[in-house]
């Protein structure tokens, strides 16, 4: 076996693989050359389907045998945006002062490396010999529509007869400073778009036309008015929020014949889809009159209680860092979405205060940081017999 991989070279050279979405750039490649060095058996995988772009994806094991642990994440990233608005080239992986520049050096690409370096140091320690499976599950769909991604990832996997054991998604989960917060579970996400129809005419004489902004401000009043439950002991309250509001027309003497808007509902584990789908619908059939509504339902809200998973990483943390990290169901929606369905599943990373803006960055002490945690978690799950 090799020597141990360092965790911010290969950070570096993610980096410098322009993977946005649906783009790879050659990140995969990376990170399965790295991850063969140390006896990982890869398969890289594309994935499509009609309509959609082909994705690129990789599944790497190492170990026969059961605990199964699976490290899952993605290479790809959102845009950088406008290149005036950063200091340093987004793909050239430069370091200054102690912190590393780059679109994905926080979400998530120094993650992955991170975790591929403590995997590679674990088994140096144990001179490639252990009980069980470690995996690593890595999508180039994750920041795009997730449909050739994760999802068919794990199905792939399933078919093959890959059990796993654990799962833990390297996302930027603390906030402001390395062990603050896991996540173990994440509200689901409904997004809407109503159009209410009516009949244009002039504003002179109401009574010839049906106004359909009037029935629109009336049903999003009966939809932000009323409040979904108080939350629960992990999560949050469910919250509706209107995201736009579209009429387009340019005159002021005119009735428009359609008006629609887009809302979004982070729901908790108390609702599924369905449930506020119907909440939905009915609080604007009360309002009646013509409209459509199309749903889309980015994931369900999930949770994977306290236990043995949380522990092993809230002791990693709180070990190396000195900090009791919260357990949290917060932010938006991951790819922990999919893996619930498998096995317990909690997500733990980077800090992510500049994830997708201009000048993303992570400090070099939080990539040592984070590698030694995901060591330890490794250490803990695969306890030494005797």
Same mark, same amino acid.
């Given at each position: 076996?090799?020597?141990?991989?360092?965790?911010?070279e290969l950070s570096r050279?993610?980096?410098?693989?322009?993977?946005?979405?649906?783009?790879?750039?050659?990140?995969?490649?990376?990170?399965?050359?790295?991850?063969?060095? =140390?006896?990982?058996?890869?398969?890289?995988?594309?994935?499509?389907?009609?309509?959609?772009?082909? =994705?690129?994806?990789?599944?790497?094991? =190492?170990?026969?045998?059961?605990?199964?642990?699976?490290?899952?994440?993605?290479?790809?990233?959102?845009?950088?945006?406008?290149?005036?608005?950063?200091?340093?080239?987004?793909?050239?992986?430069?370091?200054?002062?102690?912190?590393?520049?780059?679109?994905?050096?926080?979400?998530?690409?120094?993650?992955?490396?991170?975790?591929?370096?403590?995997?590679?140091?674990?088994?140096?320690?144990?001179?490639?010999?252990?009980?069980?499976?470690?995996?690593?599950?890595?999508?180039?769909?994750?920041?795009?529509?997730a449909i050739n991604g994760?999802?068919? #990832?794990?199905?792939?996997?399933?078919?093959?007869?890959?059990?796993?054991?654990?799962?833990? %998604?390297?996302?930027?989960?603390?906030?402001?400073?390395?062990?603050?917060?896991?996540?173990?579970?994440?509200?689901?996400?409904?997004?809407?778009? #109503?159009?209410?129809?009516?009949?244009?005419?002039?504003?002179?004489?109401?009574?010839?036309?049906?106004?359909?902004?009037?029935?629109?401000?009336?049903?999003?009043?009966?939809?932000?008015?009323?409040?979904?439950?108080?939350?629960?002991?992990? *999560?949050?309250?469910?919250?509706?929020?209107?995201?736009?509001?579209?009429?387009?027309?340019?005159?002021?003497?005119?009735?428009?014949?359609?008006?629609?808007?887009?809302?979004?509902?982070? *729901?908790?584990?108390?609702?599924?889809?369905?449930?506020?789908?119907?909440?939905?619908?009915?609080?604007?059939?009360?309002?009646?009159?013509n409209y459509e509504l199309?749903?889309?339902?980015?994931?369900?809200?999930?949770?994977?209680?306290?236990?043995?998973?949380?522990?092993?990483?809230?002791?990693? %943390?709180?070990?190396?860092?000195?900090?009791?990290?919260? #357990?949290?169901?917060?932010?938006?929606?991951?790819?922990?979405?999919?893996?619930?369905?498998?096995?317990?599943?909690?997500?733990?990373?980077? %800090?992510?205060?500049?994830?997708?803006?201009?000048?993303?960055? =992570?400090?070099?002490?939080?990539?040592?940081?984070?590698?030694?945690?995901?060591?330890?978690?490794?250490?803990? *799950?695969?306890?030494?017999?005797?």
């Open positions: 076996m090799s020597a141990t991989l360092d965790a911010l050279a993610l980096i410098r693989c322009e993977s946005i979405t649906p783009n790879d750039g050659g990140a995969l490649e990376v990170l399965e050359a790295e991850l063969e060095k =140390i006896g990982f058996d890869c398969h890289p995988l594309t994935f499509s389907e009609d309509g959609t772009a082909d =994705i690129q994806n990789l599944y790497a094991r =190492i170990g026969g045998g059961a605990p199964h642990f699976c490290f899952a994440g993605h290479t790809d990233t959102v845009p950088v945006g406008d290149l005036e608005n950063w200091s340093a080239d987004p793909f050239a992986a430069e370091v200054k002062d102690g912190v590393l520049y780059g679109r994905g050096a926080a979400d998530m690409k120094a993650g992955i490396a991170c975790f591929a370096a403590a995997a590679s140091r674990f088994l140096d320690g144990r001179g490639g010999a252990f009980d069980g499976s470690i995996s690593f599950l890595i999508t180039g769909d994750e920041e795009g529509p994760t999802k068919k #990832l794990l199905q792939w996997a399933d078919d093959r007869g890959e059990k796993f054991d654990a799962c833990m %998604v390297g996302e930027p989960t603390n906030p402001n400073a390395m062990g603050e917060m896991i996540k173990i579970g994440r509200r689901g996400s409904l997004n809407a778009r #109503l159009e209410v129809i009516g009949t244009g005419g002039h504003t002179a004489y109401p009574h010839l036309a049906d106004n359909p902004v009037h029935r629109l401000v009336e049903m999003l009043a009966a939809l932000t008015g009323d409040k979904l439950d108080d939350g629960t002991d992990h *999560f949050q309250a469910s919250t509706l929020q209107v995201s736009t509001v579209d009429v387009g027309n340019p005159a002021t003497n005119v009735i428009p014949g359609k008006a629609s808007a887009r809302f979004n509902v982070r *729901f908790n584990d108390l609702h599924s889809a369905a449930d506020i789908e119907k909440w939905v619908r009915e609080r604007l059939d009360a309002i009646g009159g199309e749903i889309y339902i980015s994931g369900e809200a999930f949770l994977t209680p306290p236990g043995h998973l949380s522990r092993i990483i809230s002791g990693a %943390v709180e070990r190396i860092t000195g900090r009791q990290p919260e #357990l949290s169901t917060s932010g938006g929606t991951s790819d922990a979405r999919f893996i619930k369905d498998y096995c317990p599943v909690a997500e733990f990373g980077l %800090v992510g205060q500049t994830m997708h803006k201009a000048d993303e960055s =992570i400090a070099l002490a939080d990539i040592e940081t984070l590698t030694d945690i995901y060591h330890a978690v490794l250490e803990d *799950f695969f306890p030494q017999k005797g």
